[in-house]
Each structure stands twice: as structure tokens, then as C-alpha cells.
């Protein structure tokens, strides 16, 4: 079983939906806990970074971490065509030995159409 | 800031033949992560580095790579020989590991296409 489980999807959606993306980890060690945004022939660029439990809001877009059902979730409100990437979700440790290492999901491919 | 810089941007090469890919860090960082991405797996963490001291190369598939960290801004990963299987887009990324303070996230570069014929 892998750290970290992600929909690969591809999920499509017309502009204006509400977007739900998830992960489900096992590992109850992590505490930091990020989304990422990829487009197409680019790196990953960080979206969302959140500690531990609870919710955290930027525009349209809301991380919700659930860490008793080891569950994270982002929200995309009002999506638009600029939002069509893959998202990947990537979870770390606390600081120290970890040395700032990552866990990717698989990411989900994500498209909004007109 | 010019972030994570990655030479070349693509890499077409011969099957046997050596590659040799590029990474300069973002000023002040500490950690170097190298990962490669393919439809198949993902991205994968195939080795990191701090303090140009390298941690975990667990994730590195065979013998065939290295990666080495000869100062504190630069990295370079090679594969030799390389195999049409290696084909993939090679990312690195930076942070700053402050230790018990917490851990910056990491900042990917652009990437590296890499086509194995």
C-alpha cells in the first residue's frame, strides 16, 4: 500500500463548478501538509501549505486536513480554465531528520471547460 | 530570485550514451531533492541532499545513476549508461531545513525532458 493515495482521475468540469480533490494517507507522522499545482510541461509550484488539523482559506481555495481519518482535501470555488492542471497533494514530517522530504500523491489531472 | 535552475531543458541521447543533468539551487537554501516523473509512476524522489551531504538514495533505481552535490548551490545527476527506460522529466528542488523550526517547502525548477532512444 502506498504512503499517500490519490484519484489519478482525469477529472473534467465546466467553469464555474465547485472542485473537490483528495488524499488519503496512512502514515500518522505527517503534519505539514501541501498542494501543489503542475501545468503541463512545467514543475510543480506550491498552492497550498497547511499544519496539521483544520482549515485554510486563500481565494478560492480552501485545504481542509482531517488528521483522525488521516484525510486532506482541497476546494476550488468559482473554477475556471486557468485552473485545468494536475494537482498533487505531498505530505511531510516535522522538521529536523526529515530534512524537509516530501510524499507525492499520484496527482489528479484536473480540466475545466468553457 | 531566479528559483531553481535546470540545464539542458531537454536531453535527446542514444541508448549507452552518458547524461549528465544540471541543477542550481535557490540562493540561501540548504536541501537538494532530485525527482523524476513519468505517466506511469508518478513523481519520484530518487535522492536529497543537505548541506550538500547526501541523506536518502534509496529511490535511486540502479547503479546506473549518481548524484553529487560538488558545493553548496549546484548539483548534478548522471546516468550512465543510460536505457530507453530511464526516459522521463527529471525535476529538482530546493528548500530551507531550519531543523527544529520547521521545514521551508520545496521550490521544484523547471525540468528536464529526457528522451533515451
Known amino acids: 500500500q502506498k504512503e499517500v493515495e490519490q484519484d489519478p482521475g482525469p477529472l473534467s468540469v465546466p467553469e464555474g463548478a465547485i472542485v473537490s480533490l483528495n488524499c488519503t494517507y496512512s502514515n500518522s507522522a505527517f503534519q505539514y501538509f501541501m498542494w501543489y499545482r503542475q501545468y503541463s510541461r512545467k514543475g510543480p509550484e506550491l498552492l497550498m501549505y497547511t499544519y496539521s488539523s483544520g482549515n485554510k482559506e486563500d481565494g478560492r481555495f480552501t485545504a481542509q486536513v482531517d488528521k483522525s481519518s488521516k484525510y486532506i482535501s482541497l476546494f476550488i470555488r468559482d473554477s475556471q480554465p486557468s485552473d485545468s492542471a494536475t494537482y498533487l497533494c505531498?505530505?511531510?514530517?516535522?522538521?529536523?531528520?526529515?530534512?524537509?522530504?516530501?510524499?507525492f500523491g499520484q496527482g489528479t489531472i484536473l480540466t475545466v471547460h468553457p | 530570485d531566479a528559483g531553481v535552475i535546470q540545464s539542458p531543458r531537454h536531453e535527446v541521447t542514444e541508448m549507452g550514451q552518458e547524461v549528465t543533468l544540471r541543477c542550481k539551487l535557490i540562493s540561501g537554501h540548504n536541501s537538494l531533492f532530485w525527482y523524476r516523473q513519468t505517466m506511469m509512476r508518478g513523481l519520484e524522489l530518487l535522492i536529497y541532499f543537505n548541506n550538500n551531504v547526501p541523506i536518502d538514495d534509496s529511490g535511486m533505481p540502479e547503479d546506473r545513476f549518481s548524484a553529487k552535490m560538488p558545493n553548496a548551490s549546484f548539483s548534478t545527476l548522471k546516468i550512465q549508461p543510460s536505457e530507453p527506460r530511464d526516459s522521463a522529466v527529471y525535476f529538482c528542488?530546493?528548500?530551507?531545513?531550519?531543523?527544529?523550526?520547521?521545514?521551508?517547502?520545496?521550490?521544484f525548477g523547471p525540468g528536464t525532458r529526457l528522451t533515451v532512444l
Open positions: 528542488a530546493s528548500s530551507l531545513e531550519r531543523g527544529l523550526l520547521g521545514t521551508d517547502t520545496q521550490y
Open positions: 505531498a505530505l511531510s514530517n516535522a522538521g529536523g531528520t526529515s530534512y524537509g522530504k516530501l510524499t
